[in-house]
């Protein structure tokens, strides 16, 4: 079965301090993995996805297909970081994305 | 572009009205998606169009829920008769025609509740 996991629903840290939200995935085909962010008040939107291996507002993910895992991390957070984010699962290489439950991240000063 | 339209922004009815969500996708989209959001499930992909025509449906939860998309710029999701566990945000995205590269662009969404 096609599934996405996030096991944190909210995760807290300090200014500065390292982010890594987990994401893990359930597949049998090539998967196509995604991040996406609701900042607060603002729409879902597309963060990253793991095939462009960019670093989009210092956060970067990497595809582990031996761990089926694509962790989101930043070496250092800021407080605007604070938000929803989603990992997202592209099913059969279209547009139809199969989202996680979500990690709410609360950046403190 | 204002980007992807949602109506109603807010909506409160009594168990077993019935409730109908409005979305316009962007100008030139050919892809539309109806998503749910809870706390508990967090966003689960309802269905979705392509070029106006149903693809996948299988994430509708019951009979209960239908959808259309007459033309290429206007999609309804209906929930008749509604339930208080239907309370729930309701997202419209919409992306571009071609090969895949897992954007969505999404509306601001609906909020339900169901009393």
């Known amino acids: 079965a096609q599934r996405v996991t996030q096991p944190e629903k909210l995760l807290s840290v300090f200014k500065g301090a390292p982010v890594e939200l987990k994401c893990n995935y359930s597949?049998?085909?090539?998967?196509?993995l995604f991040w996406y962010v609701q900042y607060s008040r603002q729409r879902l939107q597309l963060l990253l996805r793991?095939?462009s291996r960019e670093s989009i507002k210092g956060f970067t993910a990497d595809l582990n297909k031996g761990e089926t895992s694509f962790h989101l991390k930043k070496p250092f957070a800021q407080e605007e970081d604070s938000a929803m984010y989603y990992c997202?699962?592209?099913?059969?290489?279209?547009?139809?994305?199969?989202f996680g439950t979500g990690t709410r991240l609360q950046v403190f000063p | 572009d204002a980007g992807v339209i949602q109506s109603p922004r807010h909506e409160v009815t009594e168990m077993g009205q019935e409730v109908t969500l409005r979305c316009k996708p962007i100008?030139?989209?050919?892809?539309l998606f109806w998503y749910r959001q809870t706390m508990m499930r967090g966003l689960e992909l309802l269905i979705y169009?392509?070029?106006?025509?149903?693809?996948?449906d299988s994430g509708m939860p019951e009979d209960r829920f239908s959808a259309k998309m007459p033309n290429a710029s206007f999609s309804t999701l209906k929930i008749q008769p509604s339930e208080p566990r239907d309370s729930a945000v309701y997202f419209c995205?919409?992306?571009?025609?071609?090969?895949?590269?897992?954007?969505?662009?999404f509306g601001e969404g609906s909020r339900l509740t169901v009393l």
């Open positions: 597949y049998s085909g090539s998967p196509e």
């Open positions: 995205a919409s992306s571009f025609p071609g090969p895949p590269t897992g954007e969505l662009f």
């Open positions: 997202a699962l592209s099913i059969h290489n279209t547009d139809k994305l199969i």
């Open positions: 169009f392509n070029n106006n025509v149903p693809i996948d």
């Open positions: 100008s030139g989209h050919n892809s």
């Open positions: 793991h095939i």
